[in-house]
């Protein structure tokens, strides 16, 4: 594989709709990925903006 092929993949990982705190996959997650950096679906969010220990 080349360099160019290794990024095209890990990129893909990235938007694989999976959030980092509750592991469920959701279509939100890529939308907040974009808006605030974070992989993170709604409830999550939401969550960690009431509680954000």
């Known amino acids: ?3 160019n092929e ?3 993949e890990n990129n893909l990982k990235e ?4 959030c980092d705190e ?3 996959k959701d279509e939100s997650v890529s939308q907040n990925l974009i ?4 992989k993170i ?3 999550c969010r939401v969550s960690k903006t ?4």
Do not use: A, R
């Not at 938007?15 to 999976?18: E, T, V």
């Not at 808006?35 to 974070?38: K, S």
């Not at 009431?50 to 220990?53: E, G, L, Q, S």
């Open 1 to 3: 594989m080349t360099e």
């Open 6 to 8: 290794n990024l095209k």
């Open 15 to 18: 938007l694989d709709d999976i």
């Open 22 to 24: 509750c592991k469920k």
């Open 35 to 38: 808006l605030t950096g974070f």
């Open 41 to 43: 679906c709604k409830s």
């Open 50 to 53: 009431i509680f954000p220990i």
